[in-house]
T-cell receptor
Framework: DTGVSQDPRHKITKRGQNVTFRCDPI?????LYWYRQTLGQGPEFLTY????????KSRLLSDRFSAERPKGSFSTLEIQRTEQGDSAMYLC?????????????FGSGTQLSVL | AQTVTQSQPEMSVQEAETVTLSCTYD???????LFWYKQPPSRQMILVIR??????QNATENRFSVNFQKAAKSFSLKISDSQLGDAAMYFC???????????FGAGTILRVKS
């Protein structure tokens, strides 16, 4: 078990291009979260999955953003028609569904730069 | 909506000394969880300590302890015997008892001087 993995670690793209990030959670974890962190700020919640079901989405997740978690394993976050304001670090986290003692394990993030 | 405020953008501490990081939050809920996370240069967020609002006793984890003042909506982190490895960005976070998301503060950079 190597923890939560995110790929790529860095992504540079031109405005208007589409990008996709991947997150591999810890294998037995059934809950998966995406957060976005801009420079000098704390992470902001984007969305979360329980198994393959996307159960909550932030209003920050505009229609250009889509997240999937097929088969309840890895997850992808796609941003279409990127804008400079999308430049941020995108963090993935996973946990076991244990409400009282839930502990999130975070990946190292994907740093997106939109030129 | 809940908010979390960290009023100290940056703090410094001498190695082996004690430092306290401040956090206040705003909520109308009575049951919730509070957390301190550490984000080193590797970027991976690591849970330092958590506190359940219904517990009056302050949480402790080795050199890390909190001062939880529910009425004042304050949740400070005390790091004793500071080590060079404690240097990082520290985030205070809130989660509703039945919620699914963490609400983070803006963070405090902690520098440890040798």
């Amino acid at each position: 078990d190597t923890g939560v993995s995110q790929d790529p670690r860095h992504k540079i793209t031109k405005r208007g291009q589409n990008v996709t990030f991947r997150c591999d959670p810890i294998s037995e974890h059934n809950r998966l979260y995406w957060y976005r962190q801009t420079l000098g700020q704390g992470p902001e919640f984007l969305t979360y999955f329980q198994n393959e079901a996307q159960l909550e989405k932030s209003r920050l997740l505009s229609d250009r953003f889509s997240a999937e978690r097929p088969k309840g394993s890895f997850s992808t976050l796609e941003i279409q028609r990127t804008e400079q304001g999308d430049s941020a670090m995108y963090l993935c986290a996973s946990s076991l569904n244990n409400r009282l003692n839930e502990k999130l394990f975070f990946g190292s993030g994907t740093q997106l730069s939109v030129l | 909506a809940q908010t979390v405020t960290q009023s100290q953008p940056e703090m410094s501490v001498q190695e082996a000394e004690t430092v306290t990081l401040s956090c206040t939050y705003d909520t109308s809920e009575s049951d919730y969880y509070l957390f301190w996370y550490k984000q080193p240069p590797s970027r991976q967020m690591i849970l330092v300590i958590r506190q359940e609002a219904y517990k009056q006793q302050n949480a402790t984890e080795n050199r890390f302890s909190v001062n939880f003042q529910k009425a004042a909506k304050s949740f400070s982190l005390k790091i004793s015997d500071s080590q060079l490895g404690d240097a990082a960005m520290y985030f205070c976070a809130y989660r509703s008892y039945n919620g699914n998301k963490l609400v983070f503060g803006a963070g405090t950079i902690l520098r440890v001087k040798s």
